[in-house]
RNA sequence: UGAGCAGAAUAAACGGUCGCGUGCCUUGCUCCAAAGGGCAUGGCAUGAGGAAAGUCCGAGCAUCGCAGGGCAGGAUAACGGCUAACGGCCGCCGAGGGUGACCUUAGGGAAAGUGCAACAGAGAUAUACCGCCUGUUCCUUCGGGAGCGGGUAAGGGUGGAAAGGCGAGGUAAGAGCUCACCGGCUGCUGUGGAGACAUGGCAGUCCUGUAAACCCUAUCCGAUGCAACAUCGUGGUGGAACAUAUGCGGUUGCCCGCCGCGUUCCGUGGAGAUGGCUGGAGCUGUGCAGCAAUGUACAGUCGAGAUAGAUGACCGUUCACGACAGAACUCGGCUUACAGUUCUGCUCAUCUU
RNA sequence: GGAGAAGUACUCAAGUGGUGACGAGGCUCCCCUGCUAAGGGAGUAGGCUGGCUAAACACUGGCGCGAGGGUUCAAAUCCCUCCUUCUCCG
């Protein structure tokens, strides 16, 4: 996990929750957080909802997949906060990363 | 051929490109007196399960407690064995189910004591309501009826359960009151078995159920859990020693002004880091002992160790078109979830020879 | 990952083996009022599945206290296995 950092403390994604811009679709919620320094960190949640353990683990490896295809088109500094819902666990990391560029080009976190 | 029973194995396969965790190696940069470390690139090896799940039992390991004994509390429960241990497993006995292969079974003690048994019913652990038989008094249409008293457990509706069952004798009517057969229990005893037990004999006896109610008997159990625990230890803060205000640091390069106080040691505190962390009651194969669980000898072998948590994406080929499902200290079991496929042994029915 | 607690009607809840599962709020209907509110009265395991009926109401049998088994004559209650929800341990 050396190449893109990692949200790991709670207060972090407490403030992509409430002060990042959020943008959803059937299957990908995300909130991106502008900061000022500190370059691009990720952070992927899959609550209990969506399922047991291996569908979770699905939903974060599809989403994960989906991020480092875009991954060299980023720039700026961001916190950004991936949640899975219920109807990922069936779809593919390209249909994810479909959705998820979209997402980023209206954030203005891509190119 | 059809239906079924038991056991075992497997849990889509192969190739290509990109990507991830861990270990080892190469190269480059860098920190350092050295040992060694950090970052990046590349290569090789390896990378979830039969249940990894539930956390229901049993252990290892760790910390705390503990002279020894007892009480309380909890668990288990035919018998013999296996095991580090177990509430697990194997074998066997009893009971129940199935035509059968086979399956299920918390299966000690109610004759140590206590409690409970609603409703119904005359009566629930001992009973006389109706009935049956009989004594006596009165009445009588001479058939019998009424009152008072006694005997009786055959028959009666109820109930989960009504005092062993059924037949014969016996009797005023009846009754294990007596007898034969069957059944239960207790004592003594023969045979077989390692034992539970099985199968006989003799004598006595006829007793409600419930211990997954209290209890009795026998055996076992200290508590907490890897977020245990060990090592290093930031900021802050307490004390001591040394130094000291004409000092040092910051605020603007200098002056004034303003703000703060240094070093070492011992504590307190415990952000965080490292270890614990995977080679073990290990796995595979063969031989031997044993009905088996299992034990043992030899040979081979090393198969995840993450710390926000590693297995994914895309493409191609094939098929039966892929179920339940993801390690988190480690083992032995149990329980629960589960698409299919394959193999072995056996049973029943039908048909043919 | 580990340790514990709970589950009863729409909601809150009582019920430690025994008729038909107590109660409060809420809901429905009625009374009171010119109309509401407040107050008073009645109903409220309401569901599923059978019987009765041409059909409905009423009556009635069975199931139903998170789910499924077991012990018992009898289980919300006792025992076992699952499911769901909640709490604590950094």
Known sequence: ???????????????A???GKSYVSP?????????KYGGIKIGITSGKKIGKAVARNRTR???REAYRSLYPQLQGNWDL???ARTATVYKKSTEIAVVMRKHLKE???LR
Request: glycine share 2%; with cysteine.
């Open 1 to 15: 996990m050396a190449k893109y950092a990692v949200i790991k403390q709670n207060y972090e994604f407490r403030r």
């Open 17 to 19: 929750y409430h002060r």
């Open 27 to 35: 299957y990908l919620v995300t909130y991106c957080f502008k900061k």
């Open 61 to 63: 490896r599809v989403i």
């Open 81 to 83: 906060v991936f949640v």
């Open 107 to 109: 954030a203005g976190v």
